[in-house]
Nanobody, 115 residues
């Protein structure tokens, strides 16, 4: 089992920046890829970014060039740096890890982009 705790959400103005963190505990040795997803009100949850155990990254087109995913394996933490935020980035952001063939999810953190 892997437990995930996200932090760093909040309210930010359009064009601003915000950083999210997700700390993993439990069976951390089995963690491979780490991801961020988001779910806006009345919309499906969507994948935002992913990072492999080797550090390769990938992004949804909607956030490419604005968001950066990174990880610190020593701290068992994945990060999402979000720049040039737009109102349409408003959502609950979830981290997810792959471990031992299973997917584990955090509880989510709210990000609101509004003037």
């Amino acid at each position: 089992q892997v437990q995930l705790v996200e932090s760093g959400g909040g309210l930010v103005q359009p064009g601003g920046s915000l950083g999210l963190s997700c700390a993993a505990s439990g069976s951390i040795a089995s963690i491979t890829a780490m991801y961020w997803h988001r779910q806006a009100p009345k919309k499906r949850r969507e994948w935002v970014a992913g990072i492999s155990s080797g550090g390769s990254t990938s992004y949804a087109d909607s956030v490419k060039g604005r968001f950066t995913i990174s990880r610190n394996n020593a701290k068992n933490t994945v990060y999402l740096q979000m720049n040039s935020l737009k109102p349409e980035d408003t959502a609950v952001y979830y981290c997810q890890v792959a471990a031992a063939g299973l997917a584990f999810w955090g509880q989510g953190t709210q990000v609101t982009v509004s003037a």
